[in-house]
């Protein structure tokens, strides 16, 4: 099949690496590294703080399969090229070092930070054994792109603006929480860059009726939100409006419940465009509008796509609805009703119709307007 | 219930005709890890654990034995070598990072009929680890309520025995943002492989789940894949080459290909829901009823 098609698709191991290549990092590199104990915890994970962290690397030397305009094509990667990771602070501390010997050593961060309720916000936090105690102070003074916060037990740990490649994880400590009081402010805003991968995991997400909304996603390459509950704000949830290209975005096990306005709204602005999974979500109770609103409105990109699975939109305004002609949305195994307006919207917007699909297996009924408000196209299982 | 074996009584005589000899345990069944523990001789209970899977796993557990996780902490790579269990239930984020770019975070190289077991861990790249969890040789692997994210040139679970047949599960474990691929299932030499894969999220990968025995001569690999999201992947959501597999009540949205079947053979149950991807089947299904 794929033969016919020319895609070479074909993994092969190759002198232990899997000749497995794609369009996306066709063009990353593999970068050099130490990995040395961190000096004061003495844990083996990343590398020392201490230590310069500029590495060069090398681009695979292999045929490269890429994909443009849809076809499989092929070229031969093997450039150098310079990468600095983040970095060159640890240098700068180094120096003063040698300058000043009764300069405080500063760590350049750690791929794992520790933040508790019983933590200080301090230069050398971050350790399970001295975190620190806030997200926010971790993420802009310890934790290195890429990494990790970690809750290390119950409490509250404030809102936190995100500004790079970044995980939050919450595995089951108890109440992780974070709020947001301020009525023009959200509790976690994403601001990130384009290829950079978000995750929350485990958060308790408030807005006490007065914080505007719950999650922001301004811009950034994936957003992930698992096991959180996103709840009671003055207007939405979770609100994805990144306007660069494509962003992914996979919402699981999830409640987004009690906003005043939205529990998720999915608008990307500019040429952006969302795809996306929904599984196992709970977004009722959002009074004034929608459980899930999906707009292609406000974008010239057409690649939206949000797929809902095993989830319950009910009692809000509208359970979920879509407007715009580059919006397209699937629906399997969702419970919709008890909406005030309508169960299921698909609406002509300024940019046409959304194209929605169903299996046949929702459950849409005692919505109080129409159950379904437009059109679905139905699919059969494979 | 930690069991001390018998060299425990070795020490004991030896204590008698020397006072001064230290005593070292020869090994625990169940031996404590913990983000305040210190790696030593005489780690392991749970009021004296060891700091790291790698020390716990060389110097103190006994093959078949567990190492538990006591309190959440960043443990560290490791490479096991024996039928072992790594249990973290639920206490909190168990952490195994793999920062350097050739290196797996959790490599398996076990005897024929070992046993391994991985439960709770939250395994993470940062973007430059080679690969998540990587099976080389053993009797079964289990990976339960795990997360394997962000490993950037090899696969997220990547099997790869060479010879017998091994044995494999995974389930409800987040596989997602590796930047070459989410699970590979790819026997080489004369192996094969069995296994289920539930409850998995396999998305944001190159690939999300690949099943390939074509480099290899066992021809007994058969996957049966349920409750699955593989979505969003860049080229293709579940892709199988020379095996069979089996694919029910699963999602693929958003890839290159939802299912691309190259070779070998795949079985749908029409429960599957394969919408939004540039081609939603690239080849041919085979439609199976339920029982």
Not at chain 2, 115 to 121: D, M, S
Not at chain 2, 182 to 190: D, R
Not at chain 2, 218 to 228: K, M, N, P, Q, R
Request: hydrophobic letters at 35%.
């Amino acid at each position: 099949m794929s033969g016919a098609r020319g895609r070479g698709h074909d993994l092969k191991l190759a002198a232990g690496w899997p000749a497995l290549n794609h369009d996306r990092d066709s063009k990353r590199c593999f970068p050099t590294r130490e990995r040395a104990p961190d000096p004061r915890t003495g844990a083996r994970e990343g590398p020392a703080r201490d230590e310069p962290r500029k590495a060069f690397c090398k681009c695979l030397p292999s045929t490269v399969l890429w994909r443009r305009n849809r076809t499989w094509q092929t070229t031969t990667a093997n450039k150098e090229s310079p990468m600095t990771r983040p970095v060159s602070f640890s240098t700068i501390a180094a120096v003063m070092l040698v300058s000043s010997a009764a300069a405080p050593v500063t760590p350049s961060g750690l791929y794992r930070v520790w933040v508790s309720g019983h933590g200080t916000d301090g230069a050398s936090c971050g350790s399970p054994t001295s975190p620190c105690r806030t997200l926010q102070y971790a993420h802009d003074n310890i934790v290195l792109a890429s990494g990790e916060i970690d809750i290390l037990d119950p409490a509250g740990y404030g809102a936190v603006t995100i500004t790079k490649a970044l995980s939050i994880v919450n595995d089951g400590v108890g109440t992780a929480g974070v709020q947001q009081a301020n009525a023009s402010s959200a509790a976690i805003t994403i601001n990130a860059g384009a290829s950079d991968a978000i995750y929350l995991r485990g958060l308790n997400i408030d807005g006490l009726g007065t914080g505007q909304d719950g999650i922001v996603f301004n811009s950034g390459g994936s957003l992930t939100v698992t096991n959180c509950v996103v709840r009671h704000f003055a207007q939405t949830g979770i609100l994805v409006q990144t306007h660069n290209g494509t962003s992914l975005l996979s919402i699981s096990n999830t409640i987004a419940s009690d906003n005043a306005v939205n529990g998720i709204d999915i608008t990307p602005s500019k040429n952006g465009s969302v795809k996306g999974t929904i599984t196992g979500v709970d977004a009722s109770r959002n009074a004034a509008s929608y459980g899930i609103w999906v707009s292609g409105d406000s974008t010239s990109g057409t690649a939206t796509f949000v797929m809902v699975s095993d989830s319950n939109l009910s009692s809000n305004g509208t359970g979920i609805a879509a407007a715009g002609a580059g919006v397209r949305f699937g629906i399997t195994r969702v419970i919709v009703t008890n909406n005030s307006v309508d169960g299921v919207g698909t609406f002509n917007g300024t940019s046409g119709v959304p194209t929605a699909y169903t299996w046949g297996d929702n459950r849409v009924s005692g919505n109080t307007r129409l159950d379904i408000n437009g059109n679905l196209t139905a699919v059969s299982g494979k | 219930m930690t069991k001390l074996v018998s060299f425990s009584t070795i020490a004991a005589v030896m204590l008698v005709s020397s006072a001064a000899a230290p005593v070292t345990p020869s090994g625990l069944y169940r031996v404590w890890v913990s983000g305040h523990g210190t790696d030593g001789a005489t780690c392991g209970s749970p009021t004296s654990p060891c700091r790291t899977l790698q020390y716990a796993h060389d110097n103190i557990v006994l093959a078949k034995g567990e190492i538990d996780i006591l309190d959440p902490a960043g443990y560290g790579a490791v490479t096991i070598s024996k039928a072992l269990s790594i249990v973290n239930d639920g206490v909190g984020t168990a952490g195994v990072q793999q920062a350097t770019a050739s290196l797996a975070a959790i490599t398996i190289n076990a005897g024929a009929s070992d046993a391994i077991y991985l439960r709770g861990l939250n395994i993470d790249g940062l973007g430059t680890g080679a690969s998540g969890v990587l099976f080389n040789s053993g009797g079964s692997l289990a990976v339960a309520n795990c997360v394997v994210r962000h490993f950037f040139s090899s696969f997220g679970v990547l099997i790869q025995p060479s010879s017998g047949t091994t044995l494999f599960s995974i389930s409800d474990t987040i596989i997602s943002d590796n930047s070459s691929g989410g699970i590979y299932i790819h026997p080489i030499g004369t192996a094969s492989a069995k296994g289920t894969i539930t409850g998995v999220e396999a998305s944001r990968n190159a690939y999300g789940i690949a099943v390939d025995a074509n480099a290899s001569t066992g021809t007994a690999t058969f996957v049966l894949v349920s409750d699955a999201n593989a979505s969003n992947n860049v080229s293709v959501g579940i892709y199988v080459g020379s095996a069979e597999v089996a694919i029910t009540r699963s999602t693929a949205t958003g890839n290159g290909d939802g299912v691309h079947v190259n070779s070998g053979t795949v079985y749908t149950y029409g429960d599957n829901r394969i919408v939004g991807n540039d081609t939603n089947v690239s080849g041919v299904l085979t439609s199976v009823t339920g029982n």
